[in-house]
């Protein structure tokens, strides 16, 4: 039976008193009412267009597009006061914050910021937002009229506009007449890939601060020139659960203030006044901690918002289903609470308007002049242009200031690879971050060395901090040093003296080289890699560089192809006139191999991690440029394998793996790459070497005199085998081509405990170990650290004249994992050349 739709009675619902002009509302201009049915993006679009032409207290600004064309946008809703000084008010948040010179003043309007539908799938918040819209923009309504006085509201209608369509398309296409509200109902049931993510299959809510996704650079980019006050980020969650709204579960991070702490609880009383006067269920302070700094809560926490997350039960509930506890949960209903969260968040924010100025001005204020961490000076050690551009960039993108070297050239830090207090040099091109700037907590969250966790169950990974993620050697120091330079000297490369060589030569360091070399590959130009390190032209290059001789490139342009193209992609190459080299193998010998160019068949479909999948296929599509044909795993059976060289495996359960084909394939010359779960999925199959790493026996003994468990600790007792997320330091074996351009260490992300053991001489290359002390930081639990140690997570097994390449950690995870990018196209570029 499908319950009776409880009445939302917040103030405004009631506030009507004459109408001065006639705007329709979402029920008007849709012609249903809300969570009737679900409204497809463009429509939603639509009515915030329509209501951008009638009211003139908004001004709707698109401020970018998704990957698959639709239009993203923000509407500022304000008084008639207002509504012409925008900039004004944003250029007083951006003085309050001191990211612009001059005295802001905490007199202005508050800035509060409501994000909807982030995870496609998750579609209730996008209606709610309409509904929203039209109580701020009525002219009846006086209360909200009240609130705009000093409040300055902005509403992003749907940061995923993909992945909801993607949803709804879906829902629209398999229900019936009447919505089926039976669990097993086929319209609960998404296919793969499901709505959540975007095209790339990238979860939006995590990439706030590394900002991988077009859609995030966008929002974020805007978001940054405005530094709200408040922001809301709407979701759903699995739809036997009521809602959820601040203040949130532990752990929060140490930088989150008390003032911020204590206006979630105030917001969240709010939220629960309307709550109880409708008897909706709700929960606060539960599963949603405030940790990894790239969500839409903790990203605006760290930049000095209150940042909350909202979470309605929904995920899969179409317009009607049954939930556990018998009651039907219908769209209608996910859209009130929405509405009803929305307008109460408002409500506080404008009831106290001054002091979330005078703390928003006192947090920014500490920045400058107390930041947060032990350490007062970050230096970057530029050993690698890519990799340090690349840090550059994101740095930007998140608003904190850097520079280029000191005017003392040694100092003394904490070596966050040796882990170790030591003096240094500094050197004129190394990046340097001052800690006294407007972004300190962001900084500070994402470069400390080891996050403080508390041993308890989070939500996601627990280690990012940004020197291992892009594996730079980099030094925290104490003392506050300002940076010499504001720009880098070596940016451009220096312009070729020789443009008639006998073999350019590029570095093999990074993303960026790899992209050189996928873009001379399509161009049809013979690329060689040296096998071991040289030097030549008075340059040292180490190995897996990359060498483009004249020899065996007939083209007549050859110069101008290779010099264009390294021009065009702000390449650094050197031009050499002869093939002598001064140390190493010269351009002929056997040690210089040439790479063939790939054909790349990417696993897809059922069974796959979707978001892993899409990794690898941004990877390819977005940053290096290079084709690579997706086929469903299911259809491998009549796939014409040959067609291909390399077939990569992302994270998913596969049965009947490695097929017999698959196999065949391999012993003809194909190059199988595994990841992740797909290593499990192999292990114990015919023809695979890779064996698992078994407890010891005395270990399984001592199990037997474990107290019994305890059922009110079960979440504890888990916690004991769980790792959600941890940097662990692997000896790299940089000699094998898995491990060129890397130094003889690598640092992978570890998101389970799984391990293997070391490959005997004859069976395969065991390229990236772990030792008893490799864990940096990171929580793990006590079990799990029992089990990583001694062991393999990278390996290469030859395979008749093909190989397997066993890459046990997700070396792209969530594309932010700079460092891992270079091992991955290794992995299918340089292995079994
Ligand atoms: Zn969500």
Not at 96 to 123: D, K, Q, R
Not at 583 to 590: A, E, N, P
Not at 610 to 621: D, K, Y
């Amino acid at each position: 039976m499908i319950k009776k739709l409880l009445l939302v009675f917040i103030a405004v619902a009631s506030a009507f008193v004459g109408r001065a002009q006639k705007i329709q509302s979402p029920q008007e201009f849709l012609g249903y009412k809300l969570g009737e049915q679900f409204t497809p993006h463009y429509r939603i679009v639509e009515y915030y267009k329509y209501i951008a032409s009638v009211s003139k207290n908004v001004k709707l600004q698109q401020f970018g597009t998704t990957n698959e064309g639709r239009p993203l946008l923000a509407m500022f809703i304000a008084s008639d006061e207002n509504i012409g000084r925008l900039e004004e008010i944003r250029h007083n948040n951006m003085k309050l914050a001191g990211i612009e010179s001059g005295t802001g003043s905490t007199s202005m309007p508050v800035v509060t910021w409501l994000s909807f539908n982030v995870h496609g799938n998750e579609p209730a918040s996008s209606e709610a937002s309409m509904w929203t819209l039209y109580d701020l923009v009525d002219p009846a309504n006086t209360t909200t009229k009240a609130w705009l006085k000093n409040m300055l509201v902005v509403i992003d209608p749907c940061l995923n506009p993909d992945g909801r369509d993607r949803y709804v398309n879906f829902y629209n296409s398999v229900h019936g007449i009447v919505p089926d509200p039976s669990p097993s109902a086929r319209e609960h049931v998404e296919p793969w890939p499901g709505g959540r993510v975007n095209h790339y299959y990238f979860d939006l809510n995590r990439d706030w601060a590394w900002q991988q996704q077009k859609e995030t650079q966008a929002r974020v980019g805007l978001y940054n020139q405005w530094l709200p006050q408040v922001h809301v980020d709407y979701h759903e969650q699995g739809y036997n659960a009521p809602y959820y709204f601040a203040p949130a579960a532990e752990p929060y991070h140490k930088d989150i203030t008390k003032w911020q702490r204590e206006f979630q609880v105030t917001i969240g009383k709010n939220n629960a006044k309307y709550f109880d006067q409708n008897g909706w269920m709700y929960f606060t302070k539960y599963e949603f901690d405030l940790l990894y700094p790239s969500y839409g809560d903790t990203y605006p926490l760290y930049n000095g918002s209150i940042g909350m997350t909202y979470e309605q039960g929904g995920i899969s509930a179409g317009l009607a289903v049954v939930t556990r506890a018998g009651d039907t949960l219908t769209l209608v209903q996910r859209v009130a609470h929405h509405h009803s969260t929305s307008l109460s968040t408002l409500e506080i924010a404008s009831l106290n308007t001054q002091k979330l100025l005078d703390e928003y001005k006192k947090f920014f204020d500490n920045n400058r002049t107390n930041p947060p961490g032990e350490y007062k000076t970050y230096v970057i050690k530029n050993n690698n242009n890519g990799k340090v551009s690349a840090l550059a960039k994101m740095l930007d993108r998140n608003g904190i200031q850097y520079g280029f070297g000191l005017s003392n050239k040694t100092a003394t830090g904490f070596n966050y690879i040796s882990q170790k207090t030591e003096q240094f040099s500094v050197d004129a091109n190394d990046l340097v971050v001052n800690a006294y700037q407007p972004k300190a907590v962001l900084l500070h969250v994402l470069f400390e060395p080891k996050t403080f966790i508390p041993d308890s169950a989070t939500y996601d990974i627990t280690a990012w901090s940004l020197p291992y993620a892009y594996g730079l050697k980099a030094y925290g120091v104490k003392e506050s040093f300002k940076p010499a330079n504001a720009k880098w000297g070596v940016l451009d490369p220096a312009p070729l003296t020789n443009t008639h060589a006998y073999a350019y030569v590029s570095a093999w360091q990074s993303v960026n080289d790899v992209k050189f070399l996928a873009a001379l590959l399509k161009k049809k130009i013979k690329v060689r890699y040296a096998e071991k390190a040289f030097e030549a032209g008075g340059k040292q290059f180490t190995a897996g560089s990359l060498i483009i001789t004249r020899a065996g490139n007939d083209n007549p342009n050859f110069d101008q192809v290779v010099t264009q193209t390294a021009a065009s992609l702000n390449q650094e190459i050197t031009a050499l006139s002869t093939g002598f080299v001064d140390k190493g193998s010269d351009f002929g010998s056997d040690a210089v191999r040439v790479i063939r160019q790939p054909k790349v068949l990417l696993v897809a479909g059922e069974g796959v991690n979707s978001e892993a999948m899409g990794e690898v296929w941004h990877l390819f599509e977005a940053q290096i440029g290079y084709p690579v044909t997706l086929v469903k795993y299911q259809d491998l059976g009549r796939t014409k394998l040959g067609d291909f060289d390399v077939a990569i495996f992302p994270d998913g359960r596969y049965d009947d793996f490695p097929s017999e084909k698959l196999q065949n394939w391999i012993r003809d010359g194909g190059k199988l790459i595994a990841i992740e779960n797909a290593v499990s999925s192999l292990v114990d199959k015919k023809g695979i070497l890779l064996k698992r790493k078994e407890e010891k026996k005395d270990d399984k003994d001592k199990e037997k005199d474990k107290p019994v468990k305890i059922y009110g600790d079960r979440e504890r007792t888990a916690i004991s085998s769980s790792i959600p997320g941890a940097i662990y330091k692997l000896k790299l074996d940089n000699t094998h081509p898995l491990g060129f351009g890397l130094p003889d260490y690598y640092y992978s992300l570890k998101l389970n405990d799984d391990i293997y053991e070391l490959f005997g001489d004859d069976d395969g290359w065991n390229v990236g170990t772990i030792k008893k002390d490799g864990y940096v930081s990171g929580f793990v639990g006590s079990e799990s650290k029992k089990k990583i140690n001694n062991g393999l997570l990278l390996g290469v097994q030859p395979m008749g004249r093909g190989s397997v390449v066993y890459l046990v950690d997700d070396p792209l995870f969530r594309s932010f994992w700079e460092n891992g990018k270079l091992l991955f196209s290794n992995a299918v570029f340089m292995v079994g050349q």
